[in-house]
């Protein structure tokens, strides 16, 4: 079995407004990086991970792999950013290789797999966690059995689209082989830093983000020490000149958190790292351990300084824990840096203004500004009606931009006014 492993090229209009250092920044997909060495683990070697963002390939580029080899399962992976790329990659890879099985997997399909299956170019989708529903798919594949037992995956029979029992999700993430980075060039990992993964899942329900409900509201932590050999295995592979912990909230089990950062000065790993974080499961005591392990900069999603679009959203913060959580950080050293998303329930021209004068005084090193998009998966995307927003679903492509009209603000002004904060977080830094 001859597998291809894709995380498609990033869209040219991604970034519309330069939000943030993301959109851009060549981090594989480690959702991919799992499956491949879940795969190998199991004896499946001819396998290829193309990251189209991390080697520049467009979607001839990638065309022209598959011409060259004839790969018998393609997976391919995407946000809703990458999606329609995504989409037509597969159409061009079916047309050049019509018996290769095309998979599809990710957060974005697993919320819209009855529209991508409309799509006869794409054979299945995976819905949620991937590692066994991939290796179960070929498996069925090779042996040319019907995929009613796969679990976990939706596909189409006879032009009718049929969804399978849900994967249950794994119970010890330790068991995992860790991602196939060595699948990936050592000086790109190198330069853009080591990121690594420690827990799946987020237990809240803030109405933006589709974390909590892809992956059940329900955390699952790898052990200290597993994470730990993880590390020390990355830095003897590529010896990046950092490292960051991506998980939606490193900070969330405190008794965990320390025991890492212990660990990590045990282990005498002198690197710096930056991790993401809550306001509100943060205290002295914690900023204090962080730095001491080496932890250099922190990132917390505030979203608002209003407590009222806090409250609307979801978030479960308020403006102490948010005061708090800066003056601790910044007592210890730590370069702080708070994301706002600019169009929730509530904004409103006088919010606008409070953030500007928050930004004005704020102690926080940096501060980053997303236009709200309502995420497939989400509750905004769901129940537009109850947060009186309005937006058109479906249109991935500019799922970048400002598209939400709020009952006080329209996307246009929503645009006037983040072009405000931008000018204001740029005279800041100026001073
Ligand atoms: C690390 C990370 C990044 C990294 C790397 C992105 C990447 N390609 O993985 C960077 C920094 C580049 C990044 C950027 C962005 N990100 Co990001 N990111 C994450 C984060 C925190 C972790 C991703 C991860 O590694 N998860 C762990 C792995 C194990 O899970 P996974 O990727 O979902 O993969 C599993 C399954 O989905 C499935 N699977 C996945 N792919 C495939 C493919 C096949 C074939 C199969 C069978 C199965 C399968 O199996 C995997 C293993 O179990 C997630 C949040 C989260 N907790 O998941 C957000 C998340 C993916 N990001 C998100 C967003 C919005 C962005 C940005 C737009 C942010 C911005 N404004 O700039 C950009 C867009 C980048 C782009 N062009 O696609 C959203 C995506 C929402 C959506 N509907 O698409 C998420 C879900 C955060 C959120 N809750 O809102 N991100
Ligand atoms: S924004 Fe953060 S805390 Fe809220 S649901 Fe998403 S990952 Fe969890």
């Known amino acids: 079995m001859k597998i291809l492993l894709i995380n498609p090229p990033y869209s040219t209009d991604c970034c519309a407004y330069d939000t943030g250092p993301y ?9 991919l990086g799992y499956i491949a060495s879940f795969l190998i683990s199991k004896g499946y070697n001819d396998l290829k991970w193309l990251e189209c963002p991390i080697y520049n ?14 790969y018998n399962f393609i997976g391919i992976t995407s946000t809703s950013h990458t999606y329609p790329n995504a989409l037509e990659l597969a159409k061009e890879i079916k047309k050049v290789s019509p018996d290769s099985f095309i998979v599809f997997g990710g957060v974005h399909v697993s919320f819209d797999y009855n529209n991508t299956l409309k799509n006869d170019f794409v054979d299945a989708v995976a819905i949620g966690e991937g590692e066994i529903t991939t290796y179960e798919l070929i498996k069925a594949i090779e042996k040319k059995q019907d995929l009613s037992a796969v679990k976990g995956i939706a596909y189409r029979q006879k032009g009718k689209i049929i969804v399978n029992e849900s994967r ?7 068991e ?18 080591a990121s690594l993964l420690t827990s799946r899942g987020c237990p809240f329900n803030c109405i933006f983000c589709s974390s909590g409900k892809f992956w059940n509201r329900r955390v699952r932590y790898r052990s200290s020490q597993n994470v730990i050999k993880e590390l020390k295995e990355v830095i003897k592979y590529c010896d990046p000149k950092q490292f960051e912990f991506v998980d939606d909230t490193f900070t969330l089990d405190k008794k965990r958190t320390m025991e890492i950062c212990d660990m990590i000065k045990k282990e005498n790993i002198k690197l710096s790292w930056s991790c993401n974080s809550r306001v509100d499961t943060i205290d002295e005591e914690m900023a204090k351990k962080l730095k001491w392990a080496g932890c250099k900069e922190i990132f917390f999603g505030v979203e608002s300084v209003s407590q009222e679009v806090l409250n609307n959203s979801k978030k479960g913060i308020t403006l102490e824990q948010i005061k708090n959580a800066i003056k601790f950080c910044k007592k210890q050293g730590l370069y702080v840096t708070l994301s706002f998303v600019l169009g929730l329930p509530g904004e409103s021209k006088k919010t606008i203004k409070d953030l500007i004068e928050f930004i004005k005084k704020t102690e926080a090193d940096e501060i980053l500004v997303n236009p709200l998009i309502p995420l497939i998966g989400t509750e905004l995307y769901t129940s537009p009606e109850k947060y009186n927003i309005k937006f058109e679903k479906g249109n991935w492509k500019d799922y970048v931009v400002f598209i939400v009209d709020t009952p006080q603000l329209s996307k246009e002004e929503l645009k006037e006014s983040y072009m405000d904060i931008i000018a204001a977080i740029l005279l800041k830094e100026k001073k």
């Open 23 to 31: 959109v851009h920044s060549p981090v594989p997909s480690f959702g």
């Open 57 to 70: 390939l467009n979607i001839k580029d990638v065309v022209d792999e598959v011409k060259k080899n004839n």
């Open 168 to 174: 249950p999700q794994l119970e010890n993430l330790d």
């Open 176 to 193: 995992l082989p860790f991602p196939a980075r060595n699948l990936l060039p050592k000086n790109i990992l190198k330069k853009s830093g």
